[in-house]
């Protein structure tokens, strides 16, 4: 499968009428995609409305929430991106987090990997034009039928982290979508995926695997260094992420900074942040040393690999430059090594 380099959007510090220019740029520098993602800013599905209609560029949610949006909410916007962008967009659904889905939006953070695997199933009728009958553990419809479906039915990626989504993302997915781990740990995911592909009777070299890579843009030395350890820690201690880690093998490394979290000791918990941990997840360092570090990811079987930069520059000039310097640096013309 071809190698891509693709965009994580929005870009920090733009409003989006800004991205029609970042959309032109990037399309011109060689990137491929432009993926999205849905935290606490911008929805998944607007931002991608700019590059449908001022790029080429195929597009990407990375991802809707399968549990904030209903099966034929999802499925309506599903469609009309699909419209803007016939042939263009990949649908990146997943289970989030028990933050986003408990705390923010007041609703039940239940058996996941179902939840997960019953939308890929009603999603595939829906979008393919079908009136949906449609009883499941986690979700029903009754008689749905998308008005105006799409021309061409999007592909569906599922993001996936432990094991037990990895194996829905081989079984029913077109795509897995993996983040915060290091470019060793791609292996490990990866073979779960193919190996449920096998399982399923598909195509395992048929799934593509998306990685959003965490991209740091700071100049080396400074305090980048303890901003990146709170960065780890604004992560890895949400349950989910936490679990994964366990999974991954690094119980015994982040022991230290989990117990101190857990006592209330956040300087603790900062300060036991393992340096290779820190070195292994997070992107950073000069342009070169960036660009050889998402090549050992696409080396070690990342297909798609989409770029979220990030920076603790307060002003917001320099913040914008340094982002628009890294895009640059970091674009599929500019980049020292060819990607194969």
Request: charged share 25%.
């Amino acid at each position: 499968m071809k190698k891509r380099l693709a965009l994580s959007v929005p870009h920090l510090g733009f409003t989006l009428p800004e991205h029609i220019a970042i959309a032109k740029e990037a399309e011109n520098l060689g990137y491929t995609d432009a993926w999205s993602y849905e935290i606490d800013g911008q929805d998944c599905f607007v931002p991608l409305s700019v590059f449908a209609m001022h790029s080429s560029m195929r597009l990407g949610t990375a991802i809707a929430n399968v549990y904030t949006r209903g099966p034929a909410t999802l499925a309506q916007t599903a469609a009309s991106l699909a419209d803007l962008a016939p042939g263009r967009f990949e649908l990146g659904i997943g289970s989030g987090s028990e933050p986003i889905v408990e705390l923010w939006n007041s609703l039940s953070f239940r058996k996941p990997a179902t939840r997960v695997k019953e939308m890929v199933q009603f999603l595939r009728r829906a979008l393919a034009g079908e009136r949906v009958v449609f009883e499941g553990e986690t979700f029903s419809v009754n008689g749905f039928r998308l008005s105006a479906p799409p021309e061409i039915p999007p592909r569906i990626h599922v993001a996936a982290l432990r094991e037990n989504m990895l194996r829905v993302a081989g079984s029913v997915g077109d795509g897995a979508i993996i983040n915060w781990l290091s470019a060793n740990d791609v292996k490990k995911s990866v073979e779960v995926v193919r190996a449920a592909a096998a399982e399923a009777g598909r195509d395992p070299s048929q799934i593509e695997i998306t990685a959003r890579l965490m991209i740091n843009v700071d100049p080396p030395g400074g305090d980048g260094e303890a901003m990146r350890r709170r960065h780890i820690n604004a992560y890895l201690h949400v349950p989910v992420y936490k679990a994964f880690h366990q999974w991954l093998g690094r119980s015994e490394i982040l022991g230290p900074m989990w117990d101190a979290w857990a006592a209330g000791d956040r300087k603790g918990a900062i300060a036991n942040t393992p340096q290779q941990v820190v070195d292994d997840l997070i992107v950073h360092g000069t342009a070169d040393q960036r660009n050889e570090h998402v090549q050992r990811y696409l080396d070690a079987g990342v297909d798609t690999a989409f770029l979220s930069w990030f920076t603790y520059e307060t002003d917001p000039l320099k913040r914008r430059e340094l982002i628009n310097q890294a895009m640059v640096e970091m674009s599929p013309k500019n980049r020292g090594r060819a990607l194969e």
